[in-house]
């Protein structure tokens, strides 16, 4: 998959698993409404864009709603951003507004060169590099 399709959809997922967290369940009703919170806000915009596509929004509203139900579940969260890059790699003019709303708050993404790692929230370890190894 495009490596800035990979970047895209990490970016927009902490937006929007904060609104899905904010508003739980009923997480899709309520992007309608207007979210006080800049970044529950945002995550509403990226969220309605994101089930504008007729043919990915089935798979991004239920990845959403899973959200909903434990926010902090990194599956879940992996399983958002992977429907989240189906979505984007399917539609460049979707990953395009998604990518202006993102550049419009000063959000900016960039991995370069080989092994490089970039996010704008990593709640992990990573490790780049050849026999990279974890010990606790």
Known sequence: MDPDVT??????VPYVAAAAGAYGAGVVA???????????????????RLLGPEES???VEAAVLDVAE?????DRLAALRLQIRKAVAADARLAAELSEMLVSTGVTI????????AGRT????????DGG????
């Not at 970044?39 to 509403?44: A, D, E, F, R």
């Not at 190894?133 to 606790?136: F, L, M, T």
């Open 30 to 48: 309520r992007v309608q409404e207007v979210a006080a919170d800049a970044t529950v806000g945002l995550g509403g915009r990226l969220l309605r």
């Open 133 to 136: 190894q974890v010990r606790s």
């Open 122 to 129: 990593i709640s992990g370890v990573v490790i780049t590099g």
């Open 57 to 59: 929004a089935p798979m």
């Open 7 to 12: 970047a895209l959809a990490g970016a927009v």
């Open 110 to 117: 960039t991995a370069s060169g080989e092994r490089s790692v």
């Open 70 to 74: 434990d926010p902090a579940d990194e």
